[in-house]
């Protein structure tokens, strides 16, 4: 029977303030348009500055990609969020060690965002070269909760030449033009995961 429930996705920093709010009001905002309600992406801080609004450069970075920054308040990841979620996409390996150390049974659902764009690309490539049909039979919320485990299948193949090309810097308090690497950093892999959501999505009824 088809799930009805939205797929899941967390994505995690530090703060919560700076980097995984971008992350997360524009992953929202592309798949709302892939197809509405069938996904639901929230984010946390692994030391979130608590009931913090998105940093005002950040949420410059969100407007100019055409989210929405306003009603976001920072909040402390923890266990009940992680057993919430069916992706988490960390924004550096630190997170993403942080993020198994409290839920270890997510070892096969968490990434870095930027792997995990890698890896979809990986993904797309060979469903074009073997001429498959990308798109779901399922619904599109059972296809993504099938997808991280073939995402892991590929991980050997998407590996960073520098394993610091996993992580998005952290611009806190470091001024524009952190903010501005930050940008280059985490919106190709923002793009590419909404690229894969739109070419796997099924066709329109």
Request: net charge neutral; charged share 25%; aromatic share 6%.
């Amino acid at each position: 029977m088809e799930s009805q429930q939205p797929f899941r996705i967390l994505t995690v920093c530090t703060g919560n303030i700076c980097r995984s709010p971008v992350a997360e009001r524009l992953l929202q905002a592309g798949l709302d348009q892939v197809q509405a309600g069938a996904f639901e992406v929230r984010s946390a801080g692994t030391r979130a500055m608590v009931g913090d609004p998105i940093q005002p450069l950040s949420a410059d970075i969100v407007h100019n990609f055409g989210g929405r920054s306003e009603a976001f308040a920072a909040r402390q990841l923890n266990s009940r969020i992680l057993r919430e979620t069916d992706l988490v996409l960390a924004m550096t390996q630190k997170h993403r060690g942080e993020v198994l150390q409290l839920d270890a049974s997510l070892l096969k659902r968490t990434f870095t965002i930027r792997e995990f764009a890698r890896m979809l690309a990986v993904l797309e490539s060979r469903e074009v070269a073997s001429d498959a049909d990308a798109a779901p039979s399922a619904s599109i919320g059972d296809f993504w909760r099938s997808l991280a485990t073939r995402a892991a299948s590929v991980r050997h193949l998407a590996l960073p030449g520098d394993p610091s090309e996993n992580d998005v810097i952290d611009p806190y308090r470091r001024g524009e033009d952190a903010y501005r690497q930050m940008e280059d950093e985490l919106a190709p892999a923002i793009l590419g995961i909404l690229r894969y959501a739109r070419i796997t999505a099924p066709a329109t009824r």
